[in-house]
């Protein structure tokens, strides 16, 4: 029986170890909750501004094209264009370019419709490229004034009364440059 009494005595000096091991448990995953419900908070705070009045601004300095209410915004969409290789105008000898093109849209539509157009689009694009010579494309306001360029002309096909820098194609990258 002296056994017996052991035992029973052991388990009660068990028992106040495992609550306390459930409490610590409980408490850490509250703190978690609360840590992760505050982090999220705070993210959604910076994506969704409080301020009315910076609304209102952004409202107004929107063009026309506003997404319908309860539309998710996607990030941008781009279009890779097929590689272009092009004679330059010779400076010093025979020169070439070959460039590799992403077009920045407003939309897939958009994009769509930047592929139905594809072979004239490319046609023009080489007869822009081939005009060039290597001393224009050099500098980076050169590289620069020819992806304006380009965005105009693609524009243009696109959505033939567009004012120059308006249009469906909001941006030209060159993903790959060499004149040689």
């Given at each position: 029986?002296?056994?017996?009494?052991?035992?029973?005595?052991?388990?009660?000096?068990?028992?106040?170890?495992?609550?306390?091991?459930?409490?610590?448990?409980?408490?850490?995953?509250?703190?978690?909750?609360?840590?992760?419900?505050?982090g999220?908070?705070?993210?959604?705070?910076?994506?969704?501004?409080?301020?009315?009045?910076?609304?209102?601004?952004?409202?107004?300095?929107?063009?026309?094209?506003?997404?319908?209410?309860?539309a998710?915004?996607?990030?941008?969409?781009?279009?890779?264009?097929?590689?272009?290789?092009?004679?330059?105008?010779?400076?010093?000898?025979?020169?070439?370019?070959?460039?590799?093109i992403?077009?920045?849209?407003?939309?897939?539509?958009?994009?769509?419709?930047?592929?139905?157009?594809?072979?004239?689009?490319?046609?023009?694009?080489?007869?822009?490229?081939?005009?060039?010579?290597?001393?224009?494309?050099?500098?980076?306001?050169?590289?620069?004034?020819l992806?304006?360029e380009?965005?105009?002309?693609?524009?243009?096909?696109?959505?033939?009364?567009?004012?120059?820098?308006?249009?469906?194609?909001?941006?030209?990258?060159?993903?790959?440059?060499?004149?040689?």
């Amino acid at each position: 029986m002296a056994k017996d009494a052991k035992p029973e005595a052991e388990g009660a000096v068990a028992a106040p170890k495992k609550s306390k091991k459930l409490l610590i448990i409980i408490v850490a995953a509250l703190v978690l909750v609360l840590a992760l419900g505050g982090g999220g908070f705070m993210v959604w705070k910076k994506m969704h501004p409080a301020d009315e009045e910076e609304d209102v601004e952004v409202a107004a300095a929107k063009p026309k094209t506003e997404k319908k209410k309860g539309a998710k915004e996607t990030g941008p969409i781009y279009v890779a264009l097929d590689q272009f290789t092009v004679n330059l105008v010779p400076d010093n000898g025979d020169q070439f370019l070959q460039i590799m093109i992403s077009v920045e849209v407003e939309d897939l539509l958009v994009g769509d419709r930047l592929k139905n157009y594809t072979p004239k689009l490319r046609n023009n694009v080489m007869l822009l490229l081939s005009g060039k010579k290597a001393a224009e494309l050099i500098t980076k306001a050169g590289k620069e004034a020819l992806a304006n360029e380009i965005r105009d002309l693609i524009n243009e096909i696109l959505d033939p009364g567009a004012k120059p820098g308006y249009g469906p194609v909001k941006e030209v990258l060159f993903t790959s440059f060499i004149i040689q």
